[in-house]
């Protein structure tokens, strides 16, 4: 059995010649860093035919971080959908050339495309052309969820701690701690809706994520921030980090990207257009899904865009830089204002 690899030092050439079934005579690992999980590139020496360098994502090099992942579950989550679907998947995503993962002691590994060498783009909400990219992508989620959408995904394990377990108690319990760290540190600074849906939420925490469930479920990416983005070098779209996905309503993926990173006032001007591609892009591949429906899903999770980015800016640079993260919590602030997210809640779930 093929082992997985716990840290950088791991990454040997007797175990890549095994995972890539070639004769690999160096491995040199160039770049190691914990992120949300370990990452690595590594520089691979081979006369076979076996790209000169790959990424890697695996468990993170600190315990603290190692044990917050293993809880949530999602390195096991993502390397499961590559080992499973990556060659399967309709849109662009980094070459799979190998996905190996143990659900029991939550360890996995992902040798993976590395997208700097394949001459990629990574994208961001400050780029000139973002509208361009927003268009981009409402096509290419309209080609993943109409590939998968009323499909029997049973297949498809959500991360650990989105459960109804134990597991799941445990991320619920952090998540509320998140939140509220948010309002201590944040709220004097933004409008009175973030501590208005921050005390909703805190309250009626299990109900709201109820809300998320509801509607024609399909295979969602889950974390469609531009972050997670890339153009390839023949100018397609792709996406990566595919740590939390899982199948639910696909108006979760369009809602993350929308609101949270899209500038407040392009995102005000072509909303509406935007949502209406992506309607028109399932409608073209036999998927009907009314804008009216689609609108007032939208308004729903944009509670989940903002309330991940509060939980991101909470906790600082921890998973990623500060100042990317408060940035992406001041725009979702602004749509769910914008969109009276509250009032939703308050005219699904009756007042606090």
Not at 200 to 209: E, L
Request: hydrophobic share 40%; proline share 4%.
């Amino acid at each position: 059995m093929t082992t997985i690899p716990n840290d950088a030092e791991e990454l040997t050439p007797e175990w890549f010649s095994e995972v890539l079934e070639a004769e690999i005579t160096g491995a040199e690992v160039i770049d190691a860093h914990t992120g949300t999980t370990g990452r690595a590139k590594v520089r691979l020496t081979s006369t076979a035919d076996v790209p000169e360098t790959v990424f890697l994502k695996l468990q993170p090099f600190t315990p603290e971080q190692r044990e917050f992942v293993a809880m949530v579950g999602m390195g096991v989550s993502e390397s499961r959908l590559y080992a499973q679907a990556g060659d399967d998947l309709p849109v662009r995503i980094p070459k799979v050339w190998h996905s190996d993962y143990n659900a029991d002691d939550n360890t996995f590994i992902m040798v993976l495309e590395d997208l700097d060498a394949s001459g990629c783009r990574f994208t961001s909400a400050e780029d000139d052309d973002v509208l361009d990219t927003a268009h981009a992508v409402m096509d290419e989620l309209a080609v993943l969820h109409a590939a998968y959408w009323n499909s029997d995904l049973s297949w498809l394990k959500a991360p650990a701690g989105m459960r109804n377990n134990k597991q799941g108690d445990k991320v619920v319990t952090q998540a509320l701690g998140f939140m509220q760290s948010a309002v201590d540190q944040f709220a004097d600074e933004l409008p009175p809706a973030f501590r208005e849906l921050s005390e909703f939420c805190m309250a009626r925490f299990g109900d709201v994520n109820g809300l998320y469930r509801e509607g024609v479920r399909t295979l969602v990416h889950g974390d469609t921030h531009i972050g997670n983005m890339f153009i390839d070098a023949d100018g397609r779209l792709g996406l990566y980090d595919w740590a939390v996905t899982s199948a639910l309503p696909g108006m979760r993926d369009i809602a993350y990207f929308l609101t949270n990173s899209i500038p407040t006032e392009l995102r005000r001007e072509n909303e509406q257009a935007l949502i209406a591609r992506y309607c028109a892009g399932l409608a073209e591949r036999g998927v009907d899904f009314d804008t009216t429906a689609a609108w007032e899903q939208y308004r729903l999770f944009s509670i989940y865009s903002w309330s991940g980015c509060t939980a991101t800016a909470s906790v600082g640079s921890r998973w990623q830089p500060f100042e990317i993260a408060h940035k992406a919590m001041v725009r979702t602030t602004a749509a769910i204002d914008d969109l009276d997210s509250l009032g939703l809640l308050v005219d699904r779930l009756g007042a606090r």
